[in-house]
């Protein structure tokens, strides 16, 4: 789905559900991660997670679009706009939109660590991406002194 089919069924789904014209932008936003959608109050326009749709269709997606335009319609007329405010659990229920989207499946970067430390007192071990000075640092756990050991 490109961004101009997404701002079409959203404003498809204003007028339907809101009797109300949608004037603002919709996007898809490929660094959200944890939401399924925010609706931005400076410039009242909504992101959306690709990757939401990309794993649960279609159904999923016109959820999240119902929450973020209560959102929007509740913050332009000046009513309750927020997840705890009565006039937007009224309208999330009456349109039928999600409370809480599914969760999405990870993606995130698997970053190997390149150094592991071993406490010489306590055998604590630490893994690390950068490199250490072992003659400035000592374990946080025992304050002993730190010994580079290969990670495998």
């Given at each position: 789905m490109t961004n101009e089919e997404l701002q079409?069924?959203?404003?498809?789904?204003?007028?339907?559900?809101?009797?109300?014209?949608?004037?603002?932008?919709?996007?898809?936003?490929?660094?959200?991660?944890?939401?399924?959608?925010?609706?931005?109050?400076?410039?009242?326009d909504i992101e959306m997670n690709p990757h939401l749709y990309e794993a649960?269709?279609?159904?999923?997606?016109?959820?999240?679009?119902?929450?973020e335009l209560v959102h929007y319609h509740m913050h332009i007329e000046g009513r309750g706009y927020k997840h705890g405010d009565d006039d937007f659990k009224y309208w999330l229920h009456k349109v039928g939109g999600s409370?809480?989207?599914?969760?999405?499946?990870?993606k995130r970067r698997t970053e190997s660590y390149?150094?592991?430390?071993?406490?010489?007192?306590?055998?604590?071990?630490?893994?690390?991406?950068?490199?250490?000075?072992?003659?400035?640092?000592?374990?946080?756990?025992?304050?002993?002194k730190l010994k580079q050991v290969s990670l495998k």
């Open positions: 079409k069924l959203t404003e498809e789904i204003s007028i339907q559900f809101f009797n109300k014209m949608f004037r603002h932008q919709v996007r898809f936003n490929r660094r959200l991660r944890t939401t399924g959608g925010r609706y931005l109050l400076r410039s009242h649960f269709g279609m159904e999923e997606l016109i959820g999240v679009i119902k929450h409370r809480f989207c599914q969760s999405i499946p990870e390149k150094y592991a430390y071993l406490c010489t007192d306590c055998m604590q071990s630490y893994k690390r991406k950068r490199k250490i000075d072992t003659k400035r640092y000592v374990c946080g756990k025992c304050r002993g």
